[in-house]
């Protein structure tokens, strides 16, 4: 089970938003709505933005939304503010094959 | 306000056997599962494998051969070992709690570095 792909970096301006894409397979993104989405500060323990494709937990800004179509998911960062940048991971589980979770390959977000 | 904190050795030597435990606070094992992910130097999240606090386990199988994974519940913390570590196994370490009801990680330690190295 390969990583899911997402783009190495993606960068934006303070107020703009941005897409991040997170594509897979068959084996997970397309058949699962178990997609998440983590932001991840250097040093610091991931945080889980979106899980369930578009679900927020509690106490997540709704600047970060969630999509899916076919085996490419995507986190909308909407207001982009300094604090966001950061790396950022997907993650789907997968009841059909192993491993049971596979990550994204990151994206470092730069907010310029 | 549940809290995972990884403890353990910082360096282990080639060939030997990395052991790590996660304490829980603020929640009990209870009805959750519990994961292991790593992230080595400049690369991304691997999910290692969990356990149930009934002692079921799943396992990552590009470590499956290596990994064991175990819960005490009576100090309410569960543990990794990994076995014949390399250079490659350097990694920071997190424990990481499953949301209930969803198939995603809601808490995570701080995270501990392990080095492997002479």
């Known amino acids: 089970q390969s990583a899911l792909t997402q783009p190495a970096s993606v960068s934006g301006s303070p107020g703009q938003s941005i897409t991040i894409s997170c594509t897979g397979t068959?084996?997970?993104?397309?058949?699962?709505?178990?997609v998440s989405w983590f932001q991840h500060h250097p040093g610091k323990p991931p945080k889980l933005l979106v899980f369930?494709?578009?679900k927020r937990p509690s106490g997540v800004s709704n600047r970060f939304s969630g999509s899916k179509s076919g085996n490419t998911a995507s986190l909308t960062i909407s207001g982009l503010q300094d604090e966001d940048e950061a790396d950022y991971y997907c993650?789907?589980?997968?009841?059909?094959?192993?491993?049971?979770?596979?990550f994204g390959t990151g994206t470092k977000v730069t907010v310029l | 306000q549940v809290q995972l904190q990884e403890s353990g050795p910082g360096l282990v030597q080639p060939s030997e056997t990395l052991s790590l435990t996660c304490a829980v606070s603020?929640?009990?094992?209870?009805?959750?599962?519990w994961s292991w992910v790593r992230q080595a130097p400049g690369k991304g999240l691997e999910w290692i494998g969990e356990?149930?606090?009934?002692?079921?386990?799943n396992y990552n199988p590009s470590l499956k051969s290596r990994v064991t994974i175990l819960v005490d519940k009576s100090k309410n913390q569960f543990s990794l070992r990994l076995s014949s570590v390399t250079a490659a196994d350097t990694a920071v370490f997190y424990c990481?709690?499953?949301?209930?009801?969803?198939?995603?990680?809601?808490?995570w330690g701080q995270g501990t570095l392990v080095i492997v190295s002479s």
């Open positions: 356990i149930y606090p009934s002692g079921t386990t």
């Open positions: 369930d494709v578009t």
């Open positions: 603020g929640a009990s094992l209870g009805r959750n599962w």
């Open positions: 993650t789907s589980y997968t009841a059909i094959s192993t491993p049971l979770y596979v």
């Open positions: 068959s084996s997970d993104v397309s058949d699962y709505q178990y």
């Open positions: 990481a709690r499953h949301m209930s009801g969803a198939n995603t990680f809601d808490s």
